[in-house]
C-alpha cells in the first residue's frame, strides 16, 4: 500500500494505479530507463544557483565534519589488525544491488536510499560481503580444504542510512568497521563457537590493546531461529570463557525486544571510556548465505562497530 504522501500525489495528477503499472507493467530494465529519463528532465530544469540550494537542504551530501587524516591514520592501524588476525579486508563499492538489506536482513527499504540501475546506496556492508561470499561460492571461486575452514572478510566502510537518529554524533553518513565469518555446520556448534570467540578476540585487540579503553565487556541476547538458543549462549559463552577467562561475558536469556534480525543468538559490546560507558558495537548471527544459497547448512556471522562514533569518543568527546 502507498504511503500517505504518495496517494496524495496519484490523486492530485489523476493517476491513482500509477505505482501499480509501473511496478507491475514494466520489467526492471523498463522501469529504470523510464526514470532515468524523468531524472535527466529535472536536471535540465535545474539552474545552477538552484543546484547550490538543493546542496544546501540536502542532509545527506555533505562532508564528515571530522579530522580525515587522523581518521584514515586510525583505519589503515585497524585494516592492519584484522589482516594479521587472517580476516582479509574489502574495499567494497559505494552501492550495492537493489533489495540487499530489505530482501535477506528484513530492514525496510524505506530507510535506504534507493538508487537506479538496480542499486542502492550501500547502508549495511555485511550484507554486500555477505552476496560477496555467496557469490564466490556459487562460482566455486573458493573451496575449503577442510569442513571446518571458514571465510573471514573485514572492512571499514561509509554507510549512508536515510532514517532520522537522534543523539550526539549521529549522522546520516558514517564509516563502521565490519567483520563477518562464513562457513558451514559442522555439528556441536563449532561453526558458531570457533568464530564469535575469534570476533571477539578482534574486539579486544581494537578496543584495549590499541585503543585502551578502560574496560570492555559483552552482553549475549538469545534469539530465535535456533532449537535451543539458551543453549547456543551457554556452550558459547563456556567456550569463550575458556581463552578468554578475564573478558566479561553476560546472558540475557529474555531481551527486552524481540527482533529478526539476529538468528539465535546476538551480542552487544560495551566499552567504557572515562567512567563513561557506550555500545560501541553489535553482532550475531544471521541466515542471509542460507537464503541466498538455499542451503541450511551455511552459517554465517556478523560484528560491526562504530568505527567514527569511536573517533569522537576518543578524540572529540571525552
Not at 21 to 42: M, P
Request: glycine share 6%; net charge neutral.
Amino acid at each position: 500500500m502507498p504511503s500517505l504522501i504518495v496517494r496524495k500525489i496519484l490523486d492530485r495528477i489523476g493517476q491513482s494505479d500509477l505505482v501499480s503499472k509501473l511496478g507491475e507493467s514494466l520489467s526492471g530494465t523498463e522501469l529504470n530507463s523510464l526514470l532515468l529519463e524523468v531524472l535527466r528532465q529535472q536536471t535540465l530544469k535545474c539552474s545552477a544557483p538552484q543546484l547550490l540550494k538543493h546542496y544546501q537542504a540536502n542532509r545527506f551530501v555533505k562532508p564528515a565534519e571530522i579530522d580525515v587524516l587522523r581518521l584514515k591514520r586510525i583505519e589503515l592501524d585497524l585494516l592492519n589488525i584484522f589482516k594479521e588476525s587472517s580476516f582479509d579486508p574489502l574495499e567494497l563499492s559505494p552501492v550495492t544491488v537493489l533489495g540487499a538489506c530489505s530482501v535477506i536482513a528484513l530492514a525496510d527499504q524505506n530507510k535506504i536510499l534507493s538508487a537506479l540501475r538496480g542499486t542502492e546506496v550501500l547502508a549495511d556492508a555485511t550484507n554486500a560481503i555477505a552476496l560477496h561470499i555467496s557469490d564466490l561460492k556459487k562460482r566455486k571461486a573458493w573451496n575449503p580444504s577442510t569442513p571446518g575452514e571458514q571465510i573471514r572478510f573485514a572492512t571499514i566502510q561509509r554507510h549512508v542510512r536515510t532514517q532520522t537518529v537522534a543523539g550526539k554524533g549521529f549522522t546520516p553518513h558514517f564509516k563502521i568497521g565490519c567483520l563477518v565469518s562464513a562457513g558451514l555446520d559442522t555439528g556441536s556448534f563449532s561453526f558458531e563457537k570457533t568464530s564469535l570467540l575469534e570476533h571477539v578476540q578482534m574486539m579486544q585487540r581494537i578496543f584495549l590493546d590499541y585503543y585502551h579503553v578502560e574496560q570492555l565487556s559483552f552482553r549475549f541476547l538469545c534469539r530465535k531461529g535456533y532449537a535451543d538458543p539458551l543453549r547456543l549462549a551457554k556452550d558459547v559463552t563456556e567456550f569463550i570463557a575458556q581463552h578468554l577467562p578475564e573478558i566479561v561475558l553476560e546472558i540475557v536469556e529474555s531481551p527486552d525486544k524481540e527482533i529478526a534480525y539476529y538468528t539465535g543468538l546476538q551480542y552487544k559490546v560495551d566499552i567504557t571510556v572515562k567512567g563513561t560507558t557506550y555500545e560501541i558495537g553489535d553482532g550475531g548471527f544471521v541466515d542471509w548465505t542460507q537464503q541466498l544459497l538455499q542451503n541450511k547448512k551455511e552459517r554465517f556471522l556478523i560484528t560491526g562497530f562504530g568505527f567514527e562514533i569511536m573517533y569522537r569518543i576518543m578524540h572529540e568527546w571525552s
